[in-house]
């Protein structure tokens, strides 16, 4: 049997509110159950140059509430080639890490099954991504609260928007997912999403036109998702200018804000419970899993399941949006 002594935590890829939370809930977790942490700094960057420290339960004191990662984090191209990994695993037990809990996304965990096929070692991963965009998770950490920082940007916009009678287009993050501009639209009573998931097929930017969206209206605000397949904001509004000239819009691109801030209560909540569930996964010998939260239940999720790309967005949601904003 694999006896697991000393775990090392990393974060990695872009990013969330809540990742401190995590790593609090990871170290703490691990040290209530007698096992020794090391902190990684910049994600596998720091893995393959040894910025590695011992972590106590004070290292991760004060920051359940901080936005970011103390840790740090870092996209790492050395870890994409055999030499980086090779280096990476050396300094795994160089340093006496018989087991890695990595928080960050689809990328992140693409890079911890391959390591964790080549060296056979115990690797868990915490989804933390803005996003949503995992597979066999209701909700990654940072989510909640990005989507809670869009719809107060939102609701600041719509009092110029109505002020001036004025037509918005706002994008939002996702990374060729619409969770983000799904929900803020309807939790912000936008008239409108336009969403990559729904791109195929349908010129929604058009069926907008069609219906006469701001016909009764003296404002409108359509949050757009950032994608090359939905042109983004400002490719929406070009559109506009050129096929519809009678509409005068305006562009805000919300950018890095939404992902910055205190995390949420939730995002606390979920990443104390993931963070936790980590270490209990790694104590129940299962590898090469993330953590994730189904039906408000901790679930195991294989790696090659989480990083599937067709997490599917809600298409009764779209239902409901259309209806709220005739
Ligand atoms: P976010 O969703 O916030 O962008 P992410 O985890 O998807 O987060 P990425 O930049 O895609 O972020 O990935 C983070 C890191 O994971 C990369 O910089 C790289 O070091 C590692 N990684 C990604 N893909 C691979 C791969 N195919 N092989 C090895 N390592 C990888």
């Given at each position: 049997?694999?006896?697991?002594?000393?775990?090392?935590?990393?974060?990695?890829?872009?990013?969330?509110?809540?990742?401190?939370?995590a790593i609090r809930?990871?170290?703490?977790?691990?040290?209530?159950?007698?096992?020794?942490?090391?902190?990684?700094?910049?994600?596998?960057?720091?893995?393959?140059?040894?910025?590695?420290?011992?972590?106590?339960?004070?290292?991760?004191?004060?920051?359940?509430?901080?936005?970011?990662?103390?840790?740090?984090?870092?996209?790492?191209?050395?870890?994409?080639?055999?030499?980086?990994?090779?280096?990476?695993?050396?300094?795994?037990?160089?340093?006496?890490?018989d087991a890695l809990?990595?928080?960050?996304?689809?990328?992140?965990?693409?890079?911890?099954?391959?390591?964790?096929?080549?060296?056979?070692?115990?690797?868990?991963?915490?989804?933390?991504?803005?996003?949503?965009?995992?597979?066999?998770?209701?909700?990654?950490?940072?989510?909640?609260?990005?989507?809670?920082?869009?719809?107060?940007?939102?609701?600041?916009?719509?009092?110029?928007?109505?002020?001036?009678?004025?037509?918005?287009?706002?994008?939002?993050?996702?990374?060729?997912?619409?969770?983000?501009?799904?929900?803020?639209?309807?939790?912000?009573?936008?008239?409108?999403?336009?969403?990559?998931?729904?791109?195929?097929?349908?010129?929604?930017?058009?069926?907008?036109?069609?219906?006469?969206?701001?016909?009764?209206?003296?404002?409108?605000?359509?949050?757009?998702?950032?994608?090359?397949?939905?042109?983004?904001?400002?490719?929406?509004?070009?559109?506009?200018?050129?096929?519809?000239?009678?509409?005068?819009?305006?562009?805000?691109?919300?950018?890095?804000?939404?992902?910055?801030?205190?995390?949420?209560?939730?995002?606390?909540?979920?990443?104390?419970?993931?963070?936790?569930?980590?270490?209990?996964?790694?104590?129940?010998?299962?590898?090469?899993?993330?953590?994730?939260?189904?039906?408000?239940?901790?679930?195991?999720?294989?790696?090659?399941?989480?990083?599937?790309?067709?997490?599917?967005?809600?298409?009764?949601?779209?239902?409901?949006?259309?209806?709220?904003?005739?």
């Open positions: 049997m694999y006896q697991i002594k000393t775990i090392g935590i990393l974060t990695s890829g872009g990013d969330a509110p809540g990742m401190n939370a809930a990871v170290t703490r977790s691990a040290i209530y159950h007698g096992l020794n942490v090391k902190g990684i700094y910049r994600g596998y960057k720091g893995l393959i140059s040894g910025e590695i420290k011992e972590f106590q339960t004070q290292s991760v004191s004060n920051i359940i509430q901080q936005g970011g990662t103390i840790l740090r984090t870092a996209r790492c191209q050395e870890f994409m080639t055999e030499e980086g990994r090779k280096i990476a695993y050396e300094n795994m037990v160089k340093e006496g890490i809990v990595v928080l960050g996304g689809d990328g992140t965990f693409t890079g911890a099954k391959i390591f964790a096929n080549e060296f056979n070692i115990p690797v868990v991963g915490v989804p933390c991504t803005i996003d949503n965009d995992l597979c066999g998770t209701d909700y990654t950490i940072g989510y909640d609260t990005a989507l809670n920082t869009i719809v107060e940007s939102v609701d600041k916009i719509r009092d110029t928007a109505n002020s001036h009678e004025r037509l918005f287009f706002i994008e939002v993050m996702g990374r060729d997912a619409g969770f983000l501009a799904l929900n803020s639209a309807l939790a912000s009573g936008a008239e409108a999403a336009i969403i990559p998931e729904i791109v195929t097929g349908e010129d929604q930017l058009e069926t907008l036109i069609q219906r006469g969206f701001r016909k009764s209206k003296n404002s409108s605000i359509v949050i757009v998702a950032e994608s090359d397949s939905t042109g983004g904001a400002l490719g929406i509004s070009e559109r506009l200018k050129k096929e519809h000239p009678e509409y005068d819009a305006r562009i805000t691109i919300l950018g890095h804000l939404q992902r910055g801030g205190r995390p949420s209560a939730y995002d606390r909540i979920l990443a104390s419970r993931l963070g936790a569930a980590a270490i209990d996964a790694l104590l129940d010998e299962q590898r090469n899993i993330m953590v994730g939260v189904v039906h408000d239940d901790i679930v195991y999720v294989p790696f090659t399941k989480a990083i599937k790309d067709d997490k599917p967005v809600d298409a009764v949601l779209m239902d409901v949006l259309k209806a709220l904003s005739c």
